[in-house]
């Protein structure tokens, strides 16, 4: 079983930082992907940003270029997310969010979708 466990989020003013951390852990084989989404109240779930192995760039939503980065340490399988220049907003749930491939109990490799239970930024003007 794997656990995405987030931690970071919290009230921060306008023109503030936050960073947010995603730990992995459980049988991993390999992190394909992760990154973050995030949802505000009546809003869709949005992708922040994200981290693709092998893919030398990652992804941003236009929203936060410039102001967002996204780092991952792959040795202690965490993901980390950089939040400047915070505006209100970028209030919402943040969602740590990976495909990860792990060893099903046959003994196969599976890749499967996995979900944090989210944190709370709030960004105050």
């Known amino acids: 079983q794997v656990h995405l466990v987030e931690s970071g989020g919290g009230l921060e003013q306008s023109g503030g930082s936050l960073r947010l951390s995603c730990a992995a852990t459980?049988?991993?084989?390999?992190?394909?992907?992760i990154g973050w989404y995030r949802q505000a109240p009546g809003q869709q779930n949005e992708l922040v940003a994200r981290?693709?192995?092998?893919?030398?760039?990652?992804y941003y939503a236009d929203s936060v270029k410039g102001r967002f980065s996204i780092s991952r340490d792959s040795a202690k399988n965490t993901v980390y997310l950089q939040m400047n220049s915070l505006k209100p907003e970028d209030t919402a749930v943040y969602y740590c969010?990976?495909?990860?491939?792990?060893?099903?109990?046959?003994?196969?490799?599976?890749?499967?979708?996995?979900w944090g239970q989210g944190t709370q930024v709030t960004v105050s003007s």
């Open positions: 969010n990976g495909d990860i491939s792990v060893t099903s109990i046959g003994g196969s490799t599976m890749m499967r979708e996995y």
């Open positions: 981290i693709t192995d092998g893919v030398e760039t990652a």
């Open positions: 459980g049988n991993i084989l390999r992190i394909n992907r």
